[in-house]
């Protein structure tokens, strides 16, 4: 069962969520009007982070599918990162506010990723070094815990991936992609009149 911190931060994470797609749904960028080369430019760098969060996260879901809890992984890019999921997420989370064309709704996102995550972070290193002790204590104090050393990456020859759970964990790292469709039929039917625009952000 869930204790109540656990609780407490599933639940700022939807109403974040929530207020974000809230306030992309009646916003706009500012660029888009009066420089649309430059919201062009922020919208493909936004496409090029949310297809590398998505690769990136696939390549996690390679290693830890069906064994995230009773194995310590290091290996591929858990060598890298202790928290290489999260970091390939902060990277969708700033092409997702990218996309919008705006730089505020990327403050945002990063913004609402460097108060929540650190505590997720933090309560999963403690349950590791429970569950791993002495290994998890000499992991932790060879791999950076967010931003990845690529100089220290590590793959085996062979690793037996279980298909069935891999699959469903891919289903959950491409939805920086769909985003970026929906997003781009939001701001069609914005331009259509359809949905109305309250706010332009920069």
């Known amino acids: ?12 994470s939807r109403l974040f969520a929530v207020a974000m797609i809230g306030l992309i749904l009646v916003s ?12 062009s430019v922020l919208f493909c760098l936004g496409a090029m982070l949310a297809g590398v969060a998505s690769l990136g996260r696939m390549w ?9 809890t009773n194995k310590l992984i290091t290996e591929g890019p858990y060598s890298l990162t202790r ?5 390939f997420s902060f990277l ?26 650190p505590m997720v972070i933090k309560s999963e290193e403690a349950k590791l070094l429970k569950l791993h002790s002495d290994d998890y204590d000499a992991y932790f104090k060879k791999t950076p815990r967010f931003f990845p050393n690529f100089s220290a990456l590590t793959e085996p020859q062979e690793y037996e991936v279980k298909p ?37 952000f920069y």
């Open 60 to 68: 996690c879901s390679l290693y830890i599918a069906g064994y995230k």
């Open 92 to 117: 969708g989370a700033i092409g997702i506010g990218l996309v919008t064309e705006t730089f505020f709704l990327s403050l945002v996102m990063l913004i609402g990723f460097a108060i929540y995550y």
């Open 164 to 200: 069935i759970i891999y699959r469903k964990h891919i289903l959950d790292a491409v939805w920086f992609i769909w985003i970026l469709g929906v997003l781009e039929i939001l701001k069609e039917l914005r331009g259509l009149d359809i949905i109305p625009t309250y706010f332009t």
């Open 1 to 12: 069962m869930k204790n109540s911190i656990e609780r407490l931060r599933i639940l700022i």
């Open 28 to 39: 706009g960028s500012h660029w888009q009007a009066d420089v649309p080369l430059l919201g």
């Open 83 to 87: 928290n290489p999921l999260y970091f």
